[in-house]
């Protein structure tokens, strides 16, 4: 049976709406600053937006395995929010939400997802607390790697 896992992260950027949501939004070039991606790659090109496109992201992180899965961007409203459906070894969505206030960016990421691995299933009375606090590091590394691709102060990630 799948398990699921639910994360809010929070990440406050002291950077321009525009310059956090583009690098968001341009996810190709993540492995170029967010430790942790391997690699992404697209398999459908979407609208002008990228609205129904989809892209493949592998992940490592800082327990022994690579994770890939799909995404296809299912939602978008610039410089506001982002929602994407993933599937492969993970299944469930994705959301993105931005504001900017004061000089400072707030991002807030919602993941929602099953797993789709079987020994990740088998294990996860065992693991998910693991599993939950690797996310938590690779979400950090992408709050850290952000800042320093704007060269802009993290005010705070969690």
């Keep these: ?35 942790g991606v391997i690699k992404v ?8 937006d990228g609205v129904g496109g989809v892209r493949e992201y592998t992940w490592r992180s800082i327990l022994p395995y690579e994770l890939a899965f799909n995404m296809r961007l299912t939602k978008l409203e610039k410089y506001k929010y982002m929602k994407g ?3 492969g070894e993970l299944e469930g969505e994705g959301e993105w939400f931005f504001e900017e206030k004061n000089g400072i960016t707030y991002i807030q990421y919602n993941w929602t997802v099953f797993t ?15 599993f939950n606090y ?21 005010v705070s990630y969690k």
């Design 1 to 35: 049976m799948a398990t699921q896992y639910a994360f809010i992260t929070r990440w406050k950027i002291k950077a321009p709406l525009t310059e956090v949501w583009g690098s968001i939004h341009a996810s190709l070039e993540w492995p170029g600053w967010w430790k």
């Design 41 to 48: 790659k697209e398999l459908e090109k979407g609208d002008a």
């Design 85 to 87: 459906e993933a599937f």
């Design 116 to 130: 789709n691995k079987a020994w990740m299933n088998y294990l996860s009375f065992m693991l998910k607390p693991a």
């Design 134 to 154: 690797n996310h938590d590091v690779v979400m950090g590394w992408g709050a850290k790697g952000l800042a320093k691709k704007l060269n802009a102060e993290l």
